[in-house]
């Protein structure tokens, strides 16, 4: 089972709108968001957002290939990466490569921002023109940084609604606290505590604390 993703949150596409229009004068027509599906394994990725919408299906093929994936996480390339998508040396590669070419689009800058049990978060930005040399793709991964604060927040939340006080707990016990330890911080009984962590397991899908802690992560909402 997966956790719903929501393309009508007017949050999460209102800010995507705002940052396309932004680096439209870098080139930028189309921006990709990729996270870790939270119930399958490390190289399963959701598309958690996409702008314009209309590119869904190639976003999709994106997230359901190997590129980009664990394996090259793992690897010691840098968080940044700057690609040419119509060079030849990739026309055998990937259905997802064919179908951004189909729509016009040559370039791409991709920006990882990582989690725990070595997943991450992807954005990649889609250009129609080449870029001259890497100071170009450096302006977009700056962009991705400044942005991404606010774009991860949104998405999480149009992901999973915690109150503000289990999403609290949950933070506590990333931190390490036990349930007495939180209950002090929270100014509540330990029992309150247990009742909101319980909650957010359920919201979360998971049978115990560390797994939604761990999957709280891997969502965005700690």
Same mark, same amino acid.
């Given at each position: ?49 996409? @702008? ?50 189909? @729509?016009? @689009? ?117």
């Amino acid at each position: 089972m997966t956790l719903p993703v929501n393309f009508d949150s007017v949050g999460v596409d209102a800010i995507l709108a705002d940052w396309v229009c932004a680096l439209q004068e870098q080139g930028v027509e189309a921006v990709v968001v990729l996270g870790p599906n939270p119930m399958a394994g490390s190289d399963e990725r959701d598309v958690l957002a996409v @702008h314009p919408p209309r590119l869904l299906g190639p976003a999709t093929a994106l997230a359901e290939s190997q590129d980009f994936g664990a394996s090259w996480r793992e690897s010691d390339a840098p968080l940044v990466a700057w690609q040419d998508i119509s060079k030849s040396a990739f026309e055998q590669s990937g259905r997802w490569r064919r179908l951004w070419l189909a @729509h016009g @689009h040559q370039t791409l800058v991709r920006v990882a921002f990582s989690l725990p049990a070595g997943r991450a978060f992807e954005c990649f930005m889609f250009s129609p023109r080449a870029f001259a040399d890497r100071s170009e793709a450096a302006v977009l991964a700056w962009s991705a940084y400044n942005v991404w604060p606010m774009l991860r927040r949104a998405i999480a939340e149009q992901r999973v609604s915690l109150s503000p006080r289990e999403l609290e707990s949950l933070n506590l016990a990333f931190e390490g606290l036990t349930a007495r330890e939180t209950a002090q911080r929270m100014d509540c009984s330990e029992r309150t505590v247990n009742y909101h962590l319980a909650n957010a397991m359920a919201k979360l899908q998971t049978d115990n604390k560390l797994a939604a802690v761990q999957r709280a992560c891997w969502i965005g909402l700690i």
